[in-house]
């Protein structure tokens, strides 16, 4: 006679089953009952001198956003640099950046890599963008390949979209690619950041003026907390132009503040607060 296998575990007996893209934003089976009720996070308070007040921020529910740290715009070699620009108000930020990374992931903080990361056919590139790429018939845009040929610039999964070597980017960061200025336009940055429940923006990178601030700002219209961190931030539009940026800011749309200073308030925290 053939034996049947032994019965499994009833439901109540098993571990439950979690539903959900962060252990604080899911839905719980067990026993058979749907349990919508989310796990709470404690907040984690983190007190910081800015522009134009101090402020605190809960570390729990906040973002490092690093926009465009990218081959194509900070390599010698990439997109921008054989087009003329040169790469070294790109390349500043990068030392600091690259000190305020480990610091913050080490607190519990999410990292979120803005880039630039384009379809390779442009399908989705409006006219307007396709030629401020570009600027002329000779010239080298979105998704073509320059003399020194690393692959179409800024196209997803290419040598130029890949953030550049000095930044490691590791695998519990989030990544998300962007087609504008801005990096709430045709992407999911707005979705991913609210399932994982992060409300709060620090925003580091290139360049302050365009990607940043187009990001920034729209940021602050969809009711995100904004902190720009200067001194990890970089452009080469003149130095009037920052401080415009920087006032627009402070005036309308969060703080200003600084890596230096953030570093401090991270170096202060208790380290039995819980992490992410």
Known sequence: MTRR??????????????????PHNAWTL???????????????????????????FD????ALVVVDMQNDFCHPEGWFAQKGIGTRAARKPIATIARLLPAWRAAGGAVVWLNWGIRADRLNL??????KGKRGADGV????????????????????????????VEPGDITVHKHRLSGFWDNELDSVLRQQGL?????????????????LQDANFLGYDCVLLKDACGTSSPAYVTRGIHFMVQQLHGFVATAESLLGSLASLSPSLPKR
């Open 59 to 62: 570390l729990a529910r906040s």
């Open 199 to 215: 409300g709060t923006l620090l925003f580091a990178g290139i360049n302050t003026d365009r990607c940043v601030f187009s990001t």
């Open 5 to 22: 296998p032994a019965p499994s575990r009833t439901n109540a007996a098993q571990a439950p089953a979690r539903f959900g893209p962060a």
């Open 141 to 168: 845009s979105y998704a073509e390949h320059s003399p020194i040929d690393h692959g179409p610039s800024l196209v997803q999964g290419s040598w130029g979209a890949q953030v550049i070597d000095e930044l490691a």
């Open 30 to 56: 067990e026993g058979g009952r749907v349990s919508l009720v989310r796990a709470p996070r404690q907040p984690r308070p983190v007190p910081m001198d800015a522009e134009p007040q101090p402020i605190a």
């Open 126 to 131: 409006s006219p307007t963008v396709q030629f």
